[in-house]
């Protein structure tokens, strides 16, 4: 039963990520950067000086739910650097061979601009209620600005099925199956207390959850990049032959090593931007749900900070577990999913210092991933249905993860996370694609310091821009 399942799951995924859906989003992502004229390229510098060396800014937090731009930001890495960037980039290098690699650094390119848009946009058609709670994403903007009900329906269902199984069930799953290897830890255990720390944090609300992510994101990133450095380093001489195998095999068949199977040059193209846009979640559409919430003196200016956030997030973290992996030379081993990076850390470390370093990277990463994915999950549900609705089924999001404990096949699960990245993804872009020149509209505006369309002045006038201009 469960066999036949996957078997249906595995041939929907296939279809769903077929050369069609690669196509568009290469083609959204591609026309937003020449839109905005290499606009990525050509301020690298200028996005993390508004952004990064900005954290210490102080903001008023007037409202209940509002965050500072930092404190969105943390709570949307907190949904990104996570299992994807562990996890699922061992799991790309398994089933896609290094070149897939490639492909994830070209989903990270285009998709600083892509997810520059998405929040920007999203800041600008942001709804305040007569509570002064905030309500932003696409679900708005595609309402507000198209008027197209049928597709913000379709955008709300994809993202339910996207927190369940990428979120609640695959970040608990891979927490589960680290602790069971490392230390023989029961994943029923395991998943059962993620599950009721995640509760505890989520159900406080945005504020909570952006102060939890505020505090943990930066630390627990800087642990694992530094730790992952050193491996790096002690295989420098080998960083030339692995940048090599991902430029020749993102074009090439990848041979078979060992237990590695080998992989077309298809799967490589399908599976890197698969896992890339579940890495960064640039186009994803979840990131701007909790960027509208941020008090931001303009939309763009948040925008700024979902490019950078893409950029640490693939081009950064996810380089270092892809090298940990090859310079090792353990990807001819056939490890798969988060065994595959325990044993590149055990090149390097004492198995010891790797379990360690390994539990509390994938503990803390998958956990506040779980946590800030419940503000998605809360946002799509209230749309769809109505906050009544979601006060008695919100407790549905804390279950798949123990439910699933179980489950050794990782392969089998990512399968499930391909099709729900489609699900949510593929009815943004489309939205995407037709606001496209309200971002450019709003990049412009605050470039050339204008500013007419500041977030104070169009939360207060309710004046947004008209599609048609």
């Known amino acids: 039963m469960v066999e036949s399942f996957f078997y249906v799951v595995e041939t929907f995924s296939q279809w769903l990520w077929g050369p069609w859906t690669m196509a568009f989003i290469a083609f ?75 492909w994830m650094w070209v989903m990270a390119f285009f998709g600083m601009i892509t ?88 159900i406080g609300g945005i504020r909570r959850i952006g102060r939890f992510c505020e505090a943990l994101v930066p630390l627990m990133t800087l642990v694992y990049l530094m730790s992952g450095l050193l491996i790096v380093i002690a295989n420098f001489s080998l960083i030339p032959q692995a940048l090599g195998e991902i430029l020749n095999y993102a074009f090439a068949p990848a041979p078979a090593i060992g237990g590695f199977a080998g992989a077309a040059v298809m799967t490589a193209i399908q599976i890197g931007m698969a896992r890339g846009m579940l890495s960064n979640e640039a186009g994803l559409g979840t990131a701007p749900m909790i960027h509208a919430n941020a008090e931001t003196e303009h939309p763009f200016q948040q925008g700024l900070w979902g490019a950078a956030e893409v950029f640490i997030d693939t081009t950064v973290v996810c380089t270092i577990t892809a090298l940990i992996i090859l310079c090792s030379g353990v990807l001819a081993n056939g490890s798969s999913g988060i065994e595959l990076l325990l044993e590149g850390f055990a090149t390097y470390y004492s198995p010891m210092a790797a379990n360690a370093i390994i539990s509390i990277a994938i503990v ?37 993860g123990i439910i699933f404990a179980g489950i050794t096949n990782v392969d089998q699960l990512w399968v499930l996370a391909n099709i729900s990245v489609a699900l949510s993804a593929l009815p943004n872009l489309v939205a995407l694609l037709f606001l496209s020149g309200v971002f450019v509209k709003l990049m412009r505006d605050y470039m050339s310091g204008e500013k007419k369309y500041s977030t104070k002045l169009t939360d207060e006038n309710k004046q947004y821009i008209k599609v048609a201009e």
């Open 115 to 202: 997810k520059a848009a998405e929040i920007s946009i999203a800041v600008h058609y942001r709804e305040i209620d007569a509570e002064g709670n905030i309500h932003g994403g696409p679900m708005y903007y595609i309402r507000k600005a198209l008027g197209w009900k049928t597709l913000t329906v379709f955008f709300s269902i994809g993202i339910i099925i996207n927190c369940i199984f990428t979120s609640s069930l695959l970040q608990a799953h891979t927490v589960g199956r680290a602790l069971e290897a490392s230390y023989g830890i029961n994943p029923y255990l395991t998943t059962s207390i993620m599950g009721l720390i995640t509760m505890m944090v989520a």
């Open 28 to 102: 959204v992502s591609i026309y937003l950067t020449v839109k905005s004229r290499f606009f990525q390229l050509r301020h690298f510098q200028f996005i993390f000086s508004h952004t990064f060396n900005r954290i210490f800014y102080k903001h008023k937090n007037s409202s209940a739910s509002t965050i500072s731009p930092f404190q969105a930001t943390s709570a949307s890495l907190a949904g990104t650097v996570g299992m994807g960037n562990m996890a699922g980039v061992a799991t790309a290098l398994s089933i896609g061979g290094p070149g897939a690699i490639f």
């Open 364 to 400: 803390t990463f998958c956990l506040s991933t779980q946590i800030g994915f419940f503000v998605y999950f809360e946002t799509a549900l209230v749309d769809l249905f109505n906050q009544r609705i979601f006060g008695i089924i919100k407790w549905l999001y804390f279950l798949p």
